[in-house]
């Protein structure tokens, strides 16, 4: 079953779009040299094969999401790109918490 949805971290649901983990993939790949568009692509469809597979009825989350993005980096060998990756979600996820805190 092909995931038609995804669960935001607010909770709400919104239409799953490839092409947007596509472009974060590509940015993060250029960032660190290790790849360009074709290997987005090619990333892309292993991270939406694996959704199909993991998730059946259930919507999967930004954050479930976000994981399996990090392990295919790190299975296909672009570990310089999974960490800028990882470091990237790590400042994001505080800046959020900063957001929270200030109101």
Same mark, same amino acid.
């Given at each position: 079953?092909?995931?038609?949805? +995804?669960?935001?971290?607010?909770?709400?649901?919104?239409? %799953?779009?490839?092409? $947007?983990?596509?472009?974060? =993939?590509?940015?993060?790949?250029?960032?660190?040299?290790? %790849?360009?568009?074709?290997?987005? $692509?090619?990333?892309?469809? =292993?991270?939406?094969? +694996?959704?199909?597979?993991?998730?059946? $009825?259930?919507?999967? #989350? &930004? !954050?479930?999401?976000?994981? +399996?993005? !990090?392990? &295919?980096?790190?299975?296909?060998?672009?570990?310089?790109?999974? $960490?800028? %990756? =990882?470091?990237?979600?790590?400042?994001?996820?505080? !800046?959020?918490?900063?957001? #929270?805190? +200030?109101?």
């Amino acid at each position: 079953m092909a995931t038609k949805q +995804i669960k935001k971290r607010d909770g709400r649901m919104v239409v %799953f779009e490839p092409k $947007k983990i596509e472009a974060v =993939i590509l940015k993060a790949g250029q960032a660190t040299g290790e %790849f360009e568009k074709k290997e987005a $692509k090619r990333l892309v469809g =292993i991270v939406v094969a +694996i959704l199909g597979k993991t998730n059946g $009825k259930h919507v999967p #989350q &930004v !954050e479930q999401i976000q994981d +399996i993005v !990090e392990r &295919v980096l790190m299975a296909a060998g672009h570990y310089e790109t999974a $960490k800028a %990756f =990882i470091l990237y979600r790590e400042r994001h996820a505080k !800046e959020r918490q900063a957001r #929270q805190v +200030i109101g």
